[in-house]
């Protein structure tokens, strides 16, 4: 089993900062991708920004610019460095890891979710 657990998320002013973690441990050989996704009420989750093993990264439209994703491959840790924070991102934020087995199978895995509040 894996577990993802995230912290970071809180109450911020509009055009402030908050920085997202979230750590993996359990039976890990490997972590593929890393990434973070965020879900609006009564919405599906969608994905904002994704770092690959390789370092490649992705980020959505709505974050580009604004948001950074890093990781620390040795602590299988991946961060989300949110700026110019607008209340449009308030939201709860999930914590994605694709992870290689010992034995070779894969699974995909998910953090408890985080709130982030942007106040006007």
């Known amino acids: 089993q894996v577990q993802l657990v995230e912290s970071g998320g809180g109450l911020v002013q509009s055009g402030g900062s908050l920085r997202l973690s979230c750590v993996a441990s359990?039976?890990?050989?490997?972590?593929?991708?890393m990434g973070w996704y965020r879900q609006f009420p009564g919405k599906e989750r969608e994905l904002i920004a994704q770092?690959?093993?390789?370092?490649?990264?992705y980020y959505d439209d709505s974050v580009m610019d604004r948001f950074t994703i890093s990781r620390d491959n040795a602590e299988n840790t991946v961060y989300l460095q949110m700026d110019t924070l607008k209340p449009e991102d308030t939201a709860v934020y999930y914590c994605n890891a694709e992870i290689q087995h010992v034995l070779g199978t894969r699974g995909t895995y998910w953090g408890q979710g985080t709130q982030v509040t942007v106040s006007s």
């Open positions: 359990g039976e890990i050989f490997r972590v593929l991708s």
């Open positions: 770092m690959a093993s390789g370092g490649n990264t």
